[in-house]
Each structure stands twice: as structure tokens, then as C-alpha cells.
């Protein structure tokens, strides 16, 4: 039968370990100083086999820009390889020809890559934009993502927005240099109605008299200049949004009207209102727009001079719920304006 060991007592286990502790410190130091040492070693070396001139500087320069160089022809020399294919888009045009059905939108990463809008169906919306956490993406229940995760500039800013307002996430399927990925919004925004495609449907006046309807849907109104009304994708704080585009008369306080028969009303009519291009910088006083529901004021919203933006609001028609009525926008301005006013509008259910 083996002997048993000793038993240890629990004053000469907190010796031991104060002793690893102690040797475990030694160590720690002794590499510290082993790291000092060798780096004034180094930057001595480096003194003695060339000394601080009047070129050292320069020559630090020249190689920075070597450095940069080369880095930049490696980076462009293999930027083919991580673009997508000509066959890489017709795969994903395909694969979303196969799987989209109503309510489907595209979202691209980074939001400058257009080449999608040459390959993907033309009925299918492509949503341009840097972040989609704040945007109402109207009448859309699924959205596409196309990525390009290769591209300069590339970064996961859409899948972390569309992710977080996901109910169910499916992919990413790799097609070459792309990435497809479905996302199903789990509160999507569907409307009663969207009115700018409803212009075909509206009577539009300028100080009372009737404006005339033209081609593709736009009104020409009888003004010096001539006061144009049309569906249009702007540009409106940088970004493409589709929207009812009209400029306010040129007399001051004159009201263009833009009026919308049998229109589906729910709880709330929600918009946005802004001025395209770089007209945005500029003016010298505020746009009006109020809003009636056949002919009760339900309120109004301004465009001040000089904000650029995309501006929310939201109006409440809860009374006017479950029921068909006439939407009547009336634009005004206190002075005279040549600024495009932008503005959407669409009617939420119950």
C-alpha cells in the first residue's frame, strides 16, 4: 500500500502562490525593460547610421509617398477582382425577375452603385439611400439588399438599418462579387393612398382658374411664368424623392390648389415636404402648405428659407376614417418664391 503524501497546510499554499506571484511579476518587468532597452537601442542605431539633417525630413516624405504609391496601384490593380461581373449582375437581375413579387423594393450597398438600375427590372423601386432607419419606405413589405461587399466604401450601415426593422432576414446569397439578401419588414408602411400617383385623378388651379392638363400627367397653370405641377423624382437634400413638385405663383399670397377626389381616409394623412436642388440654401421667406378634407381644414405645415431637408408631418383624419373624401392642397408663399416645392402625401389605415 502507497504511503499518502503529506498533507499541505493552507499556510504553505498562500506561501507558493505568493511565490508565483512574485516570480510572475519578476517576469513581467524584466520583459518591460527588455522592450525599453531595445527600443533606445534601436532608435540609437537608427541615430548613428543616419543622422537628422536638413533632408531626413524630405526623405521621410518621399518614402510616405512611395508607401501611398504603391499602395495605390496594389488597391487599383486589384479592384477588378473584387467588382462585380457583367454575368454577376445578369445573375442577380435574375434571381430578383424570379423571386420578387408586389410590394418588393432594392436596397443598394453602397447607395452610389447605379449600375443596378441598368440590369434590374424597370418596375422594380431602387432605394439610393446612405441609411434607411429613418425613412418611412412607403408601400414597401420586403426589401432586397445588393451589395457589393468588395467596393470601395462598403460598409454594413443598410444590413444593421434593415436588420433591426426585420421580422425574418433570408440570405446572403453570394452571386460573384455581389450579395443578396431579402429582408421582411415586420411593420411595413402599406397606405390607403399615395397621392402623387393619384395626379391624373386631380383638378389643379391657380387663383381660381382652372390649369391645364398635359402630357405624361402635368398641369401647366396660366401664370407669368408659367406655374408647372407634376409627379417627379427630385432631389431633395441630396437624396432621389418621388414627390408632387410645383412652384408657388408669382404673386405673392396667390394659392395654387391641387385637389384630389375620392381619396380612401384612414386615421392620418402623413407626408413630407422639402426644396429641390440647391434652391434649398436660398429664399426669402417661408412656403405654406395647408391641407383640407373636403373642405374642413385639417391643418397646414411651412417650408422655411435656407433649411434644406426632408420634413415629416402628420395630420389627423381619424374622424374622416372609413370613408372616400377630396384631399385639397393649397400652396402659398408671402413672397415671391422660385423655389420647386416637394411634397408627398399618402393616407395611413386605421
Known sequence: MRPRAPEVGPERLSLRAALRADV?????????????????????TLRLLWPPGPRHGAALFAMGVAALGCYGMSFYSTLPERLPTALDWRSAAALLARDARPGDAVALAPWW???????????????????????????????WLLSLPGAPGHRPDLERDLGARAS???????????????????????????LPDLLATATVSIGGRSCARGARGRFRCPAPPSVVVAREVREVDSLPRPCLCARPP???????TIAFPAVPLGRALRGHTG???????????????????????????????????????????????????????????AKVDRRDLCFDAYTLPE
Open 24 to 44: 510572475r511579476a519578476g517576469l513581467h518587468a524584466a520583459a518591460a525593460r527588455a522592450r525599453t532597452t531595445t527600443a533606445r537601442l534601436a532608435a540609437t
Open 113 to 143: 452603385s447605379e449600375r443596378a438600375r441598368e440590369v434590374l427590372p424597370a418596375s422594380f423601386p431602387v432605394l439610393a439611400f446612405p441609411r434607411l432607419a429613418g425613412e418611412d419606405l412607403v408601400g414597401v413589405r420586403r426589401v
Open 250 to 256: 408669382p404673386e405673392p399670397g396667390t394659392p395654387l
Open 168 to 194: 425574418a432576414v433570408i440570405g446572403p446569397e453570394r452571386l460573384g462579387g455581389l450579395e443578396v439578401a431579402r429582408y421582411d419588414l415586420r411593420t411595413p408602411t402599406v397606405p390607403l393612398a399615395f
Open 275 to 333: 426644396i429641390a436642388g440647391e434652391a434649398a440654401l436660398a429664399g426669402a421667406g417661408s412656403i405654406r402648405l395647408s391641407v383640407k378634407v373636403d373642405e374642413e381644414d385639417i391643418g397646414a405645415t411651412e417650408v422655411p428659407p435656407a433649411r434644406p431637408g426632408w420634413q415629416a408631418f402628420q395630420l389627423d383624419t381619424s374622424r374622416q376614417a372609413g370613408r372616400v373624401g377630396t384631399v385639397t392642397f393649397t400652396v402659398t408663399a
